[in-house]
């Protein structure tokens, strides 16, 4: 199973405390370095230094960087014209050498619309849509031929679908939890099917329902990784349990029910449970990028002894 460290620094981390923890989960071997792409601080606390603008970081940890996979859980369609993104997910492609993933999604968080005057329609699936057909097919465009497309909310003329990403494939992660529009849509475009926080019960029923997908869309299933993403809080005793549950402001009994957390016993059980459903990809989301131990913890006892 693949472990990866997901972060959340729009609730109060520079770019320096980002790279510090990119550059220790790639040290320590873990397979990847998401964060969201958000740029207001959720619930009450202290907001500085402010929010980093999801690819410019991204862009940063590719050069300070030689292994670790990068992307985002994930990036807001509200936030991002197609034409435009297809280009900085190249460029950041390119500046990490092929190891760039592209997590994208409608957007939820009308508040956040609110403070940067970016509009926030009722209706965004549809925009989603478009947006990975536009992103794809530029990807994909022959060298000395044009991308156009004449869609409902995005038109683009006569694009060279340039510049080209390193790999020949970037990852699309789509995620979500709707039961029927969603599954679709990973079967058309992902490479990754995510579900982030879901309750625990319904993860099996929906991996089945995006493997259904495929199958009538003439697509493996097989060839679709199954993740999800949960809030980790490790100890190596439940005194640490609950140091890190204060620090995040949670209470280790529903981080348990609702996240991986607890001894490491307890979160290998967890990954277990997990792997027996079909996951074989976890994000684990990591809310205080100033306990780099935390990341020593699960390295050493939990990842190690995962398969």
Known sequence: ???????EPQQGASYDQQLAMAQRAEQLGFDAFFRSDHFLRMGDGDALP???DAWTTLAGLARET???RLGTLVSSATFRHPG???VQVAQVDAMSGG??????GTGWFAEEHAALGVPFPEKRFRMLEEQLEIVTGLWATPAGQTYSFDGRHYQLTDNLGLPKPVQPTVPIVVGGNGPRRTPRLAARFASEYNQSFPEKDEIAPQIARVRAACEEAGRNP???TYSVAFVACVGSDETEVQRRADAIGREPAELREHG????????LDGLG?????????????CLDLTDLEHLDLIADTVMAKVG
């Open 1 to 7: 199973m693949d472990l990866r460290i997901f972060t």
């Open 50 to 52: 402010g929010p980093t």
């Open 66 to 68: 030689s292994r670790i």
């Open 84 to 86: 435009i993104l297809a």
């Open 99 to 104: 190891r760039v993933e592209l997590g994208l």
């Open 222 to 224: 097989d060839e679709l």
């Open 260 to 267: 991986l957390a607890g001894s490491p016993a307890e979160v």
């Open 273 to 285: 449970a997990l792997a027996e459903i079909g996951v074989t990809r976890v994000y684990l989301q």
